[in-house]
């Protein structure tokens, strides 16, 4: 793996279809304050993709957002950053779930 392969950051929505999860606040407030947090520190591109197949009292994944970084350094920056507290506080404002945050780098590209 090299040092300037590109890491990516998934956090997790996971809950009940019936959980709250305003994609309204999220879409439109949250992710720019990630941008902004953290474009500075190495955020090359962030996408989210919402469930389209939870069925009522379902539990299942509701949202993933994939934040890429230029590489492993930066987005341990971005985790670091003085920003990301602010940002972990925002999330109550848009969901009760706790999400889960998992790290990954690619170790074969075709």
Request: aromatic share 10%; glycine share 8%.
């Amino acid at each position: 793996m090299s040092d300037s392969a590109p890491a990516t950051l998934y956090i997790v929505y996971s809950g009940q279809a019936d959980a709250r999860f305003d994609q309204d606040y999220y879409l439109e407030h949250h992710l720019p304050k990630v941008r902004e947090a953290w474009k500075a520190t190495g955020l090359t591109r962030v996408s989210v993709l919402f469930s389209a197949s939870l069925g009522q009292n379902e539990a299942g994944t509701i949202a993933i957002a994939e934040a890429v970084f230029k590489n492993e350094d930066a987005l341990q920056a971005c985790l670091d950053a003085p920003g990301t507290g602010a940002l972990m506080g925002d999330v109550a404002n848009f969901t009760d779930i706790e999400p889960g945050l998992y790290r990954t780098v690619p170790l074969f590209t075709d």
